[in-house]
């Protein structure tokens, strides 16, 4: 069993902490709002540190969990963060999704220390993260994931080494590309479902077996229908994905028209005042019935 | 078993009239070019006949499958037409997937003559046809769909009926609609993933368990990577069905822009004589490789 450091009890921290405590390892919290920890420790067995170097500073791997890029920098490379304080070999470990450039500036900022940096972000939402059964897409070296693996997968279903510092972030975006347009296929396909006058639950039931089903048809799709709009990923999460997504295409070269157009729609969902609504709800703005 | 004519041998009408004579039916088929009727006799028992009246004179069941609402006005009320001939009580039951106009205005003029219509276009293409695993949507009367629903599953792996006469064909709209962002945004996030220097497989394999999960990715997301766009359902047949749903949507008020804009995309293909290639080709439109 390792020393272990969890940075970030937010709502995929929390359980993923727990998991790795649950599975022996010794935890050390870290969460900016104190009330979180004190949370934390009367469910789980561990400890909790003033900051985020004093939760790293015994550790032999430092998880972070955190909101975004500036966030990360803050618990990583700030004036208390982890960084300061870890020794050489000790391995850092970021759950956050944020941008390649980030996974690539820590992997250098730590290397220069003799610490490993592996960007690790995760799928499988809240659910994922309370059922342990995230799937985690890990950048960074070969050695070094090897080291992590098994601790990673105290909160996982599958944990995969996708290539180099960046690449886990890298095909968590690939991940939310491919669902931005398909959930606005999806609501396009039930809003005219709606409007033709068919019984939309039937039309799922009938064509979700075939070549249009998908993950989303088959957990979203009556819920859309029903307007329901309140338990998945956040449409305020979604663009801050997508903006990293976007940027990173400028750079790559990757053409994202639709992608694009649908994270200017999930804008239009924010303006509305919808930003805590999922990601499903680009369902309003084809239904007529809003 | 009961006397059935298969009007129209195409790549999914052969094999479906040679799964109704497989359950023992006795099908007569009629072909516009009866080198395609000889090549079905061959291998399969029945009768041919010179038009579509003399296939449909004797039939309980006349079943079209052909290319278009022209092509199906033809062979229904032409003047070699199976409703010229057919007798009361007698089913026509059409499989092409054509406009719910057209399915609402034979219903009415077959309708006249005492002979029940049922709009039943099917999914699952080619490989579905010729395994007799096709889903069926059906638009109709209860009473007609009820009479018709064993003869039609000789083809079938799920007969659905989804309400009035057009609903088959509206559902199958939905379909259609749901498939063609949804492999636009497949396509995007696989050119971000060759962009970015992934293992474009290797991500398939880590995303394909979660929320991002479809038919799409699970079928066709290597053979995209791969540039293979040669096996499923052709482009020049989607922009049909793309054309009929977007005619309709004006129509009941449906807003579809991102649907709009992949049929757009559809026609780029065509334009550069891709219109034979399959409807993964959107990939060629976003990666930088072609």
């Not at 970030?8 to 359980?15: A, S």
């Not at 089903?213 to 994905?241: I, P």
Request: glycine share 12%.
């Amino acid at each position: 069993m390792a020393k272990v450091a969890f940075i970030g009890l937010g709502v995929m921290g929390f359980p993923m902490a727990g998991h790795l405590a649950a599975r022996g390892h010794a935890v050390t919290v870290f969460n900016r709002t104190p009330a979180r920890s004190q949370a934390w420790l009367e469910t789980h067995p561990g400890r909790s540190a003033e900051t985020p170097a004093a939760a790293a500073a015994d550790a032999d791997f430092v998880f972070t969990c955190v909101g975004n890029d500036d966030d990360l920098y803050q618990v990583t490379l700030g004036p208390d963060g982890a960084l300061s304080r870890m020794r050489a070999g000790s391995i850092l470990i970021d759950n956050t999704t944020a941008s390649a450039d980030a996974a690539r500036k820590l992997h250098l900022e730590a290397g220069k220390l003799g610490i490993p940096f592996l960007d690790a972000p995760v799928s499988g939402g809240q659910a994922g993260a309370e059922n342990g059964k995230l799937t985690v897409m890990v950048g960074g070296d070969a050695e070094a994931f090897a080291q992590a693996e098994t601790v990673i997968a105290s909160y996982a279903r599958a944990v995969v080494h996708m290539g180099v510092a960046g690449a886990g972030q890298l095909t968590k975006m690939v991940n939310q590309i491919c669902i931005a347009g398909l959930v606005q296929a999806l609501a396009e396909g039930l809003a005219f479902a709606k409007n033709a006058g068919l019984d939309g639950e039937r039309v799922i039931d009938a064509i979700s077996k075939g070549a249009a089903q998908s993950w989303q048809m088959e957990n979203r799709g009556k819920t859309m229908l029903a307007s329901q709009f309140d338990f998945g990923f956040a449409v305020d999460l979604m663009r801050k994905d997508l903006g990293i997504c976007l940027e990173e295409a400028r750079r790559n070269g990757s053409l994202l028209p639709v992608t694009r157009v649908v994270d200017a729609y999930y804008a239009e969902i924010q303006k509305r005042g919808g930003g805590k609504l999922d990601t499903s709800s680009l369902m309003m703005l084809v239904d007529r019935d809003h």
